[in-house]
């Protein structure tokens, strides 16, 4: 089931929403409610919820302005909008922050029903992706990962980890698997037993490894490609991980 927030300032609709229309039956599970969009935005900080059903019009914070900062901290659930006007300067700015549905109100349960359809239809086939074969692990983690990692979002996570090395962040595999940046931290570490940073920083050294073993890059040239501007900090990284500076272990292959 996909985690539904529905956002609306007037009671009524939340409660219509939320206990009339049959969700579970098109794959969604009502996780809450806020009556304003700065209610939603905390409540999304601190829950992992899938999509937004936001009213446009709220008070404290609109439903724009919502989409706004979600989108430009790249941590934004699907959203759906609800608007009691038709209003196309509106539409057009929700669509520049990632929004693509706009249902009008009084919401009819035909286009609740196809706009959810659709929206199931389109997440399920982002769900199928993370569960393809993984990439070869030839710069892997050198530690073993708990049965956990074998979970569809933790694949989906490794696999923007292994594809970004150089500008991988929390915030970015956050945005890949549509989870808010908090959650995703204790989700990774509760599935696999690590934190996001060390498996992040092993991925980063075992390439660095790599790239020294099979190439003639220089120290800091090494250090750029896999994620760190300072050469002194990879070395520092570097030493730690395998107990020689870059240049040390470059000699220890005879290179």
């Known amino acids: 089931m996909y985690k539904l927030l529905i956002a609306d300032d007037e009671a009524e609709i939340r409660h219509g929403l939320g206990n009339y229309f049959p969700w579970s039956e098109l794959g969604f599970e009502v996780d809450g409610f806020a009556q304003n969009g700065l209610e939603a935005l905390e409540y999304i900080g601190c829950h992992s919820v899938d999509v937004l059903l936001c009213d446009v019009m709220m008070p404290v914070m609109t439903g724009i302005e919502v989409a706004e900062y979600l989108h430009r ?3 934004s659930p699907r959203i759906v909008f609800l608007s009691a006007h038709r209003d196309f300067d509106a539409a057009c700015r929700a669509m520049e922050f990632g929004v693509r549905s706009y ?8 286009e609740l029903k196809d706009t959810f359809t659709t ?10 992706t993370a569960l393809s074969p993984e990439p070869e692990q030839t710069d892997g983690p050198s530690f073993p990962l708990q049965e956990g990692a074998s979970d569809p979002i933790i694949l989906r996570i490794m696999r923007y980890i292994d594809g970004n090395c150089s500008e991988a962040t929390l915030e970015g595999s956050a945005l890949a698997v549509r989870m808010n940046p908090t959650y995703v931290s204790k989700y990774f570490k509760q599935k696999t037993g690590i934190n996001f940073s060390e498996y992040l920083n092993d991925v980063r050294m075992s390439k660095a490894a790599g790239m020294l073993e099979s190439s003639d890059c220089r120290t800091y040239e090494v250090s750029e490609a896999v994620g760190y501007q300072n050469p002194k900090n990879f070395t520092r990284s570097f030493k730690r991980r395998f107990g020689k500076t870059p240049r040390e272990f470059r000699q220890g292959l005879g290179l």
């Not at 249902?103 to 035909?110: G, V």
Request: glycine share 0%; net charge positive.
């Open 103 to 110: 249902i009008l109100k009084p919401t009819r349960y035909q």
């Open 119 to 128: 929206l199931k239809e389109a997440m399920d086939q982002e769900a199928q």
């Open 73 to 75: 901290q790249k941590t």
